[in-house]
């Protein structure tokens, strides 16, 4: 079952890769097609929009109508990588150099404006009713505003010895809840499902967002983040994550001062071994048990929020979303 | 009778600020709002938005139809202003810290984001028919591409000793040609005019637009713009300006070898003796003389395309140009 599921989204990412062949020209601008395709052509498993396209038919949709909304998930989340490392300032994804120090900071913020705009140009070429292209529409620029609000939380949250975990269950909800769910929310648009559908997948995002994002926490611990295996870039770099925000309330005065000062250090005066004090004050605090048990709980809401619709659209649904949490990190 | 469209204009000004404060929440993220208004309260006349307005009414649509869009467009222009300044290095505008020297890189790449979100959001709350909506929001993304693809023509120029005059036109059209008219094109859009209109504004900001920008490459080398007086900037900078281009075809070979020179070295290593010494050789190579006569080509090409039209609109549309001509610099 999950193998002839995995065969056919596999089957949607390659359709994904030729749309994205027509939305985004190989010759615009001075090193504007070539700065975008160097960061498109880096990978990715075109997920999210496979799962628009496999959401539109299984319940009921012509997944080629949805194509163009695929593609446009597509950009948007490359979008977001492009500025985010920027922001972030992290110099390497998937081991090869990011956008902007390949192509300088410039031409970094510009690809990633370009590739939102050909994300709204790909939408608005979708072969639909015009009521369902404003429906799509509404939904992209909801996800997409929410998603920079959530990023604003994020850099705000760097190092700030303020930092709670309210402040973060908003910041991660925001920044990934709604994303994360936006391709399959535009699939059921397509296929003209009941609002409650719609509902339901946003709500399924915001509990799955935080607890993939907690996740991705935890991976910079263990196996790191596609740069070369290196451990502890959240900490290198200050990033508000669960671990921090947990560490922060748990640990005691002196510790919490120390843990501070880390995090807001300039990455290049980070050693090796301030990372590895941070991440023993971590085990000691209970932040990664606490962190995965969240992750869990959050799975297990985002699930019920599934199991909780009618018979048919619910079967169809809860393979798509299981899908999801299984893949997406 | 220009006394009176000032005061229409200065009216209509007034109604975008109220929609801004509509549109742009106060308490949004952290530091993002407020950096969002610290920038929109920056000043600026609100100029193409009002036009937007003037030009709904003066086709015989419902300007308040047009609000949102007027609006939106205003956004567009700032989200571009916060990108830009970053992208340039620029530290001041209009006498103020930019937004990324106040509040970081990393939040001001995340406003432009955000601003542009905001601007679509906008778009798509007008009060007009779906159709309309999808034309207005077809406009938009049209002129927002091609504003991004003219931007990395801009980047890419910078300091390049190949640098041509035809490279610079293309460059300035697209960068500047379209959004300059957007707001009078969206104005006619919810007017419900005929394509006829459409299409004679958009071929209005293709000679309006690098008029304007030559002019603003000749502002530099006087009064400056708007950093406390200071002249040369794009010199410091290394913009590929029409001076630059028509200079680099005109000077012998020494000079030109300098003149590169001067443009490729970092902003701080650039003196006040190598501002002059370009601003010299742009006398003398005629550079100057050259854009003073190519903005009043431009202009007037431009003003043949709006009487070429039928009489009724030919009236209303070219007062509102040939305010847009006096003013928009």
Chains 1, 2 share one sequence.
Not at 183 to 189: C, F, L, P
Request: proline share 4%.
């Amino acid at each position: 079952m999950n193998h002839e599921l995995s065969e056919k989204l596999a089957t949607y990412a390659r359709q994904v890769e030729s749309g994205l062949r027509r939305a985004v020209p190989r010759t615009d601008g001075d090193l504007l097609s070539e700065a975008a395709w160097y960061h498109l052509e880096s990978g990715g498993k075109r997920l999210r929009p496979a799962l628009c396209l496999a959401t539109c038919a299984a319940l009921g949709g012509n997944p080629e109508e949805a194509l163009d909304f695929a593609v446009a998930v597509e950009l948007l989340h490359n979008m977001l990588l492009v500025h985010d490392d920027l922001e972030d300032r992290d110099r390497a994804r998937r081991d090869r150099p990011t956008v902007w120090v390949r192509y300088g900071e410039a031409n970094a913020i510009n690809v990633g404006d370009y590739l939102l705009g050909l994300a709204y140009r790909s939408i608005l070429r979708s072969p639909v009713s015009g009521d369902i292209r404003l429906a799509l529409l509404d939904a992209f620029t909801f996800a997409y505003v929410q998603t920079v609000v959530g990023q604003s939380l994020d850099i705000g949250g760097r190092a700030d010895p303020r930092f709670t975990l309210e402040r973060y269950e908003d910041m991660v909800t925001r920044k990934t809840g709604y994303y994360l769910v936006l391709g399959m929310v535009g699939g059921a648009v397509v296929a003209k499902s009941p609002p409650i559908i719609m509902e339901r997948l946003w709500q399924f995002g915001r509990f799955a967002g935080p607890a993939f994002q907690v996740r991705d926490d935890l991976l910079d611990l263990t196996v790191g983040k596609g740069r070369s295996g290196r451990i502890g870039c959240d900490i290198e770099e200050g990033k508000p994550s669960i671990l921090y925000a947990h560490a922060l309330q748990h640990a005691a005065p002196a510790e919490r001062e120390r843990l501070v000062a880390i995090m807001a250090a300039p990455r290049d005066q980070t050693g090796p071994e301030d990372v590895a004090w941070v991440i023993q004050l971590y085990r000691k605090t209970g932040a990664i048990e606490f962190a995965q048990k969240y992750a869990d709980e959050k799975i297990a809401r985002a699930q019920e929020i599934i199991s909780g619709l009618p018979l048919r659209e619910r079967e169809t649904l809860s393979r798509l979303t299981d899908f999801l949490i299984t893949r997406a990190t």
